[in-house]
């Protein structure tokens, strides 16, 4: 029988992000926000990009992206992190994510993550909302 804990990080939490799959990105100096709302189906095209140095259930050049979602970034026991990305005290979450995906090295100066990032926000809601719909699938349970 699978723990609360574990059914709230592997279950609940990243189906609550898949079924709203959106992220509110900020506006302009107004203060105004742009709701994107992300397609999984979308993302798993856009995921494909990742994949040279990611995968979802082990790791690569990159940490495994299975129970990305509410884990602190630099944590996948037995993964060589840069410094930078084990002292960021990130918890990848949509905010998170969007901003590193974004722009990894603005967010974690020091990141041995060298990708330029995904600018287009579409795109990146997209990658987000394919990780978290990923995180349930039979790929990823234990």
């Not at 079924?19 to 709701?35: E, I, K």
């Not at 992300?38 to 990159?62: F, M, N, P, W």
């Not at 990894?104 to 990708?115: Q, S």
Request: proline share 4%; with cysteine.
């Amino acid at each position: 029988m699978m723990g609360w804990s574990v059914m709230r990080t592997q279950v609940l939490l990243p189906l609550v992000i898949a079924l709203t799959a959106t992220l509110f990105v900020a506006g302009s100096a107004a203060g105004t926000a742009t709701v994107i709302r992300g397609d999984a189906k979308a993302g798993e095209a856009i995921y494909s990009r990742c994949v040279a140095c990611h995968s979802l259930a082990q790791d690569r050049t990159g940490p495994r992206h299975c129970g990305v979602i509410g884990r602190r970034a630099g944590s996948v026991s037995g993964f060589g992190y840069s410094d930078a990305m084990k002292r960021s005290k990130l918890v990848w979450n949509v905010k998170t994510l969007d901003r590193f995906i974004q722009n990894p090295m603005r967010t974690v100066p020091g990141t041995a993550m060298g990708y330029a990032g995904i600018a287009d926000q579409q795109e990146r809601a997209d990658l987000i909302a394919y990780l978290a719909q990923a995180n349930s699938s039979a790929v990823c349970r234990p």
